[in-house]
């Protein structure tokens, strides 16, 4: 087996270990779940933890392996009938592959509890309207908003920056149906906050409810493999610092994921049992 195929299997058994120790704790039903996950390689699929891989696929080295389905994928799609998160193996720390495939791995715990919101909403539209300057510097109001509450020390500080931010978020949503004529554009974005930034909180929260005791040794062997704490502290400030500066580049995926974690976290202090209402509408609906 290749080496980079090699430890990406070591990293999905370490992602899949956390989440059947921590997930349920955070998310009801996420540590039920099988769990599998697809390394795709050139021209063919490699599962772990997959319970019963298709009919055409053989066995190496333990691992099911066959060849990449035709239909059309992305970060997960249902093999076999199983949620499968997809992984490609590319050259990166090992810490910030586990933190993608926890990511993708949340992607399948949406698709597997939810429906109505497991797919963009209908119809898809462009993000090119949030490139307008307008736009990106609301975007950037809103961000900046969000960082600045996770300093809000009292009840009515937190209360003022929410207010601030659901004032901000209506009149970005009011200048995108000027802009585009409709309420889509809106729709998908909050859709894209659900879905990117919700998958974000949760890697970094399975990360957070781990300690370095839960480690597979596989995954510590791995040269430069960060212990949680080490990973959470370093992520915890690389999404901070994110989710401060959206707007000030062009804005894309990741710009929508830095802004449903901040909207994730905000809810952790002004409506703590919000995780229990996550599967049945978008973040902004959850704001008190």
Known sequence: MPTDLAQHVIIAQQAQALIRACGNRLWAGWGD???????????????????????????????????????????????????????????????????TTLGRLFHSYQLHYTKHLAHPPSPQVSLVCFQDQSIRTLLHHVGYSLWRSGSALSDQELRYEADAIQALRQVLAELLAMKTGSGATWAYFTWLEWRLGGARYAALKIIEAASSATLEP??????????????????????????????????????????????ALLLDRVKPQWRQHYLETTLDQLLP
């Open 33 to 99: 779940l099988p769990l599998a996950v697809g390394v795709q390689q050139q021209s063919r699929l490699w599962l772990v933890g997959h319970p019963s891989p298709p009919a055409n696929f053989s066995i190496c080295e333990s691992l099911p392996y066959g060849p990449l389905p035709a239909e059309p994928r992305s970060e997960v799609m249902v093999l076999a009938g199983v949620e499968t998160a997809l992984l490609l193996p590319i050259p990166a720390a090992p810490a910030d592959l586990l933190l």
């Open 218 to 263: 596989a995954y510590a062997a791995l040269a430069d493999a960060e212990t949680p704490e080490q990973l959470w502290a370093r992520a915890w400030q690389q999404y901070a610092q994110e989710l401060r500066d959206v707007g000030l580049e062009p804005v894309d995926n990741a710009s929508l994921a830095a802004l449903g974690y901040g909207l």
